[in-house]
C-alpha cells in the first residue's frame, strides 16, 4: 500500500481506505455498527471529511485497518485487566503483527496510538 509521505495527505487517503473497506458489501465489520445499511454508509460517507470523527465508526477503524493492511495488529493498552487487544485481519498475509501503544491522558482528555 503506498500512501503520499505528507502526513495529512496520508490520513486523508487513510480515512478513504477505511469508508471504502466499511462500505463494501462484503465488510463483517459493519455488523457491529447500529442503523440500517443506508445510515452506516451516511456516517461512513461522513467519516470521509477532514476533522469528522464518529464515535461509533471510530470504534471499527483498527479492526478495518487491519482487513486493509492484511496484517494483525495487536493494541498494547494502559488498561490492567486487558492489557492488550488483537485486532485481527479477516485475510492476513502475514503471522507477524505491527504493535500500537494505547495512552489516554484523562487531563486533556485525549487518546494517543503510538505504532511500534
Request: aromatic share 6%; charged share 20%.
Amino acid at each position: 500500500m503506498q500512501l503520499p509521505p505528507d502526513e495529512d495527505e496520508a490520513t486523508f487517503a487513510s480515512r478513504q481506505l477505511f469508508v471504502d473497506e466499511i462500505t463494501k458489501e462484503s465488510c463483517e465489520t459493519s455488523q457491529f455498527l447500529c442503523g440500517t445499511s443506508q445510515e452506516i454508509s451516511r456516517k461512513a460517507s461522513e467519516f470521509r471529511i477532514k476533522g469528522v470523527f464518529d464515535r461509533e465508526i471510530g470504534d471499527v477503524v483498527i479492526k478495518t485497518c487491519a482487513n486493509i493492511i492484511k496484517i494483525p495488529i495487536i493494541v498494547i493498552t494502559s488498561n490492567q485487566s486487558i492489557p492488550y487487544i488483537p485486532f485481527l485481519p479477516d485475510d492476513a498475509l502475514s503471522s507477524e503483527p505491527t504493535f500500537m501503544l494505547h495512552t489516554i491522558s484523562m487531563e486533556q482528555g485525549t487518546t494517543t496510538l503510538l505504532t511500534a
